[in-house]
């Protein structure tokens, strides 16, 4: 695992997945909902597939990692081995949830392609991944090389995730950012302090877009 930088909690349970939950909610409730990624954290009392398929009317997950998708199943949730680049589940869904994974891909238009294909015609992507301009990422480059996650490939603001869905067929309804709640009690004192003094796009960790298929 990696250590992390010295700014930086060697060991991210310390924070909850429920708040992030909290603001994406609304847009599960009594709705079919292809989580992808879904896997990842089955082993956490926060593991946002279960609280998404508390809320929603149909839920299935998708997620590459056979051993997780293993663990899922064997707790009764409904989620299968599929690439978020290539797949094909034969149904369309209310809503399609990629939290924290288009920044994983290689091909991120290919996953936008297929979760359109897979969308109603007036349903919802929602995405959210790490925010560029967070104020962190710039405490975290100072010296040395930047402290990127190993499984990154790439970094989305409003801009330029917003012209990726535009070029993919998709009409943006929504940007917001959430916050990451920072574990210590030192550490979450010091960040409470400077994100008051900064605006909402450069305060929060995590970018939050919406965005539906073009008609």
């Not at 809320?55 to 299968?80: E, M, P, S, W, Y």
């Not at 402290?147 to 989305?156: A, I, L, M, P």
């Not at 302090?193 to 008609?215: D, F, Q, W, Y």
Request: some cysteine; hydrophobic content about 40%; charged content about 25%.
């Amino acid at each position: 695992m990696d250590q992390g930088h010295p700014l930086q909690p060697k060991d991210w349970r310390s924070s909850t997945h429920e708040d992030r939950f909290a603001r994406v909610r609304g847009y599960f409730v009594e709705r079919s909902v292809l989580d992808v990624g879904a896997a990842t954290g089955a082993d956490r009392a926060d593991w946002v597939h279960a609280l998404i398929a508390g809320v929603a009317n149909d839920t299935i997950g998708i997620d590459l990692d056979q051993r997780l998708v293993d663990r899922a199943r064997a707790k009764g949730f409904d989620v299968v081995v599929a690439d978020a680049q290539t797949f094909s589940l034969d149904r369309s869904f209310d809503v399609v949830f990629a939290g924290e994974l288009i920044e994983h891909l290689s091909c991120c238009g290919d996953f936008l392609d297929r979760a359109r294909e897979h969308l109603e015609p007036d349903g919802l992507l929602v995405l959210t991944t790490p925010n560029v301009f967070s104020v962190s990422n710039f405490v975290y480059r100072v010296g040395g090389r930047p402290r990127v996650n190993k499984g990154h490939t790439c970094w989305f603001d409003e801009v330029t995730l917003g012209q990726l869905l535009e070029r993919h067929g998709y009409q943006v309804l929504e940007v917001d950012y959430i916050r990451h709640r920072t574990p210590g009690r030192v550490r979450a004192l010091v960040a409470r302090g400077v994100r008051s003094m900064l605006p909402h796009h450069l305060a929060e960790n995590t970018l939050l877009v919406v965005a539906t298929p073009k008609i």
